[in-house]
């Protein structure tokens, strides 16, 4: 649906008319918090302090089957292009520093989409889609500004990994921050956009922040917001939720100081689950971050403000990552044009409260051996069918625990020799936690759940995840991570 104001005029006519009048696109803030699990939010779990969010999201619509890809880049790529990883090469985990690979830069961007709208579009966070090319880079694929880093994570203070420095604004390396934490320094930037911005130009702020990603780092008053919790990890990883809350809540407040709250579509999604091994969480669901289980894939997230007709309810819907992209071109009131993403638009859907579009999606399909082994999992209505590896820390984890990543590999060992079987398969609806296996009971369906992976299969590239490129080194320019060596 457009953009509109709606009035019915049932008293003069025959039958109700439905008078459309065009108001202007709403502005949009996409929020990406980075490896939050399910059970990191207060909205989810009470022991976690996050007063903003949980007021945002109770005042606006919980998004309960929201499904991103189980790792950051992956994700990424879904928001920003509608495409599946299978189908961008970028299924196979995340890009790492060294390898000269990036989102196919043949593909439409959401933010070059919004810009045809007549947006100003700006990214403030981490980036993740590739950087060995200037063409790779944001300002190149739809931003006109970008503060931030390239790279999948770094030290919160001094914004160097591996080595080397990953801070910018826009094209130019930025060292003016070295030394505050970066979650403020985003909050600083968002400011300044919203101060500058003339609210009559509607404005995409896309802001994938670092938080809560490793390294676990945070102003100690945030971790001591937890004296209960046993383990440090859980405790500073307690803390980065509620500091990534403040500036949320502070960000808010800008935008309603400068008047454009009531115009301004909230949308908030973790990029994958919590990471079991550095003290996310997503309990009770199964598995995390990197895993193919609910817990790796199964978002927090929800939208808030302009647009929704009801809200403090949990839309029960299925949707997925790659969905985002037209879905906030339907909210912006355009339509993407291209059919052959593998986005649909949820917008109708969840303002009307109906029926989601969506009743398949590809959890993944990744046929790389090493490191990570192969997998795909697939989900059809209430069932879900799971082939292969789907990752280490396969379990159901309670937090604030210490979990060995060494012991969990022993689930991979036994995968290796063959016995966790070839295929299993779920009902998510009597089971959301993965806990019955009923491949041996329906085997009709795991047949035709496979014979739907294999009609994905013809769409598979394979991933582009090269080897180490030594014309990465950040010694080559000056110590700081850096583009043109692709
Ligand atoms: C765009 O790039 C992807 C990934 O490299 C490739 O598979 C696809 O064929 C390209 N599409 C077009 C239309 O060139
Ligand atoms: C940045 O912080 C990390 C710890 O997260 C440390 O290992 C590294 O040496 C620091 N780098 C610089 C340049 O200070
Ligand atoms: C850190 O942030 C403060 C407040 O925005 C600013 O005054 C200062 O210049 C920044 N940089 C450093 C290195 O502290
Ligand atoms: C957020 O705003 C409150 C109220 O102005 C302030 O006390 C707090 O320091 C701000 N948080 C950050 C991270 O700047
Ligand atoms: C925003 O909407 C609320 C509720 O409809 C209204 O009370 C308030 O005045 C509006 N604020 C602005 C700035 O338009
Ligand atoms: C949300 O999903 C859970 C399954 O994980 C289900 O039990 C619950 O009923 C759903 N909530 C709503 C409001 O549909």
Known sequence: MMQ?????????????????????????????????????????????????????????????????????????????????????????????????????????????????????????????????????????????????????????????????????????????????????????????????????????LYLPLQSVHVPLEVPAVYANMYPNLKTDGRRIFSGQVTAMDDVIGNLTSFIKQKGMYNDTLFVFTADNGGWTEFYGNNYPLRGGKVTVWEGGTRAAAFLHGWGLPKTGIRYDGMMHAVDWFPTIVSAAGGEVKNKDIDGMSMWDAITSLGPSPRNEFIYNLDDTILPIEGHAAIRQGDYKLVKGFPGVFSGWYLPDQEYDGHADQRERDRHLSGELGPSRLYNLKDDPTEHSDLADHMPDLVKTLEDRISVYMKQYIKPNFPADDPDSNPDKYGGVWTPGWC
């Open 4 to 204: 509109t104001t709606l009035s019915f005029l049932c008293v003069l006519l025959p039958a109700c008319v439905v008078v459309v009048v065009d108001a202007k696109p709403p502005h949009i803030v996409f929020i990406v918090a980075d490896d939050l699990g399910w059970n990191d939010v207060g909205f989810n779990n009470p022991d976690i302090i996050s007063p903003n969010i949980n007021a945002m999201a109770q005042r606006g619509i919980i998004l309960n089957q929201s499904y991103v890809q189980p790792a950051c880049t992956p994700s990424r790529n879904a928001f920003m292009s509608g495409y599946y990883p299978f189908r961008s090469g970028l299924q196979h985990g995340a890009i790492l520093p060294q390898q000269a690979a990036c989102a196919p830069t043949n593909r439409t961007f959401l933010p070059q989409e919004l810009k045809k709208l007549g947006y100003a579009t700006h990214a403030v966070g981490k980036w993740h889609l590739g950087f060995c090319n200037w063409n790779c880079t944001p300002t190149y694929r739809g931003f006109d500004s970008f503060y931030g880093y390239y790279n999948g994570q770094e030290d919160y203070y001094n914004y160097t990994i591996f080595g080397g420095f990953d801070f910018r604004d826009n094209k130019d390396v930025a060292t003016d921050q070295t030394g505050n934490y970066s979650t403020f320094v985003y909050q600083e930037r968002v400011r300044q956009i919203i101060s500058a911005h003339d609210p009559t130009t509607p404005l995409f």
